[in-house]
């Protein structure tokens, strides 16, 4: 079904914004995808703020114009699956994580930073911890010399505590003793 001139504007009106709030672009070839598994793979990525949207391509060329995506137009040929997000790493985790499953989806690149990324680039990238891990890592590093630090002033505390209650206590055996 073709779509007007009024409703093309509107499509690309849509992915321009998408694009300029996204961080991550990631293009995957969904031939011979089953309609569930679809189904399944669109759940998985707006659970995981992910918006998925199969486009004609040269509607997402025009909308990613100016854009920092503009860097993969020329790989938008073919039945393509386009997945923005604004998380960097969510979009690539989501279509990497799918692909693994189902060998019908073929990952074919992507673009963050202004940057186009190959296949590779995008298993990398979907490698990367997601943003509330990589925060805990950071704060444990963090925390960990001060811990450290408190457990060791502690021991201290404790072997001067020890050292001190043990004089004590020897005058005390002393008189009991004459």
């Known amino acids: 079904m073709s779509l007007n001139r009024s409703e093309k504007e509107a ?3 849509d992915v321009t914004s998408l694009a300029a709030k996204a961080q991550t672009l990631v293009i995957a070839e969904y031939r011979g995808i089953t309609v569930a598994d679809m189904t399944k793979l669109r759940s998985t990525a707006r659970s995981n703020g992910v918006s998925l949207s199969v486009l004609k391509n040269t509607l997402a060329r025009r909308a990613v114009a100016g854009s920092a995506f503009e860097v993969v137009a020329d790989q938008m040929t073919g039945p393509l699956i386009y997945g923005f997000s604004e998380d960097a790493v969510a979009a690539a985790k989501v279509v990497a994580e799918f692909a693994k499953t189902n ?15 190959d296949v590779n680039g995008v298993k990398q990238l979907a490698s990367i911890p997601s943003k509330e891990v990589l925060l805990a890592q950071l704060l444990g590093l963090m925390q960990s010399p001060v811990s450290r630090t408190a457990r060791v002033l502690a021991a201290l505390a404790e072997k001067k505590g020890a050292g001190e209650a043990a004089p004590a206590a020897e005058p005390a055996a002393e008189a009991a003793a004459a």
């Open 11 to 13: 499509v690309i009106s």
């Open 103 to 117: 060998d019908k989806l073929v990952i074919r690149g992507g673009a963050y930073g202004g940057k186009a990324l």
